[in-house]
């Protein structure tokens, strides 16, 4: 009986799973191994070549940050590429970041999240190889996948060779959402996938290579180290917290579903010690739960900084079984609209821009179910299903 309740939680994931087109959760015997730590499988490529790095506070071979590990290695790294949040240390979501040096090796950084969003011919004029090294969560509107697409464009343009250093998607073991408008594309939503994709970063380069995504249909020089121990049904706990408001494993699970409450006038608790948790407003007023935002590192200007917001608490959604399971939770968001007071201020304009067009609004706002909304989703999901089978690594 001991036994029965330890696997039980697991037991009622694969059961909710088994009615769904995806993998069946479970876990594997051998510890994950990320591709940074296969050196062996990539040392070579690198020796004796001028190196950049794409990589970020997540980019740790085991204790030791992937660009300490290659220059202890004797490996040439010239250059350093950071995405949004910085290289070692994470700034503001949305916060513009500075090109600077490294204070540990003295390697020159160049912004990914500041004047420009892709290296330049200029910046890969004296480098024969780049490396990506970071941990996405697989949603579309998280931009290190965005990053990873341009700068793959950026090697191709000027013949450098990409190699990416593959890490566990934490939301791998499902794919869920509408398929975007190309009309409405943008730095959090660049390809025509679901919200959730359920891909690693280097399942996602092949599809995008092989699938002619760069600009002008052009090829990169892709090569993918990929983990070992792995597949999309083991549940992986993100060692390194991938962004300042991704704090736990509960955030990473209910991200998908809650970012879309960063294109309406509630928050999802940035500036508390549980973003992405819980979302609520100051209009919410008689939900009896409360949280007030406040400035902090990660969020130094909150929305409702200092005002106390009324909504919802999530934070033990693991507990309650409500992550992980493989969908979106839309009734979510569909409740909040119901509720709000003012109908008219409930969305942003950068809704639109997270959702990859306004029919989602619009069919909330038409009182539409999640079910009814989700059937119109159901022929892009088949589709996009096929494609993402050709590059799956880890079936």
């Given at each position: 009986m001991k036994i029965l309740r330890i696997f039980y939680p697991f037991i009622l994931i694969a059961v909710f799973i088994s009615s769904c087109s995806v993998a069946r959760v479970n876990t594997l015997p051998g510890k994950v191994i990320t591709g940074d730590l296969r050196t062996e499988k990539y040392i070579q490529l690198l020796k004796g070549k001028r190196v950049a790095v794409v990589a970020n506070q997540t980019s740790m071979a085991g204790t030791t940050h992937v660009v300490d590990t290659l220059v202890s290695l004797g490996i040439n790294i010239s250059l350093i590429f950071a995405p949004e949040h910085g290289f070692r240390d994470m700034a503001d979501a949305g916060e513009k970041v500075s090109n600077s040096r490294d204070s540990k090796t003295g390697i020159r950084i160049i912004s990914l999240y500041g004047s420009h969003l892709k290296p330049t011919a200029a910046d890969l004029k004296d480098i024969d190889v780049v490396v990506f090294d970071i941990q996405d969560v697989g949603a579309r509107f998280y931009t290190y996948i965005s990053t990873l697409s341009l700068v793959m464009e950026s090697c191709a343009s000027g013949g450098v060779k990409f190699i990416v250093l593959d890490r566990p998607d934490p939301n791998g073991f499902y794919f869920d959402g509408n398929i975007p408008d190309t009309a409405y594309r943008s730095f959090v939503?660049?390809?025509?996938?679901?919200?959730?994709?359920?891909?690693?970063?280097?399942?996602?380069?092949?599809?995008?290579?092989?699938?002619?995504?760069?600009?002008?249909?052009?090829k990169c020089k892709l090569t993918v180290i990929p983990c070992e121990n792995y597949t999309h049904s083991t549940l992986y706990d993100l060692p390194v917290p991938p962004s300042p408001n991704l704090t736990n494993l509960t955030s990473v699970y209910l991200y998908p579903t809650l970012c879309f409450f960063e294109g309406t006038a509630l928050s999802v608790g940035r500036g508390t010690e549980y973003p992405f948790q819980v979302f609520g407003s100051p209009d919410n007023i008689g939900t009896g739960f409360s949280f007030t935002p406040e400035g902090r590192q990660g969020a130094k200007i909150p929305l409702y900084m200092g005002k106390k917001c009324y909504g919802t608490d999530l934070r033990n959604a693991i507990k309650d079984n409500l992550v992980p399971v493989p969908r979106l939770n839309l009734t979510l968001i569909i409740k909040a609209y119901r509720d709000f007071p003012q109908k008219d201020m409930f969305f942003t304009p950068y809704f639109d821009t997270l959702a990859g067009g306004k029919l989602l609004r619009e069919q909330i706002i038409?009182?539409?179910?999640?079910?009814a909304i989700r059937a119109t989703w159901a022929d892009g999901l088949k589709k996009f299903g096929k494609i993402r089978d050709k590059y799956l690594l880890y079936k």
């Open positions: 939503g660049m390809h025509p996938v679901p919200v959730v994709h359920g891909m690693t970063t280097g399942e996602y380069a092949r599809m995008v290579n092989g699938e002619g995504w760069l600009k002008s249909g052009m038409s009182g539409m179910s999640e079910e």
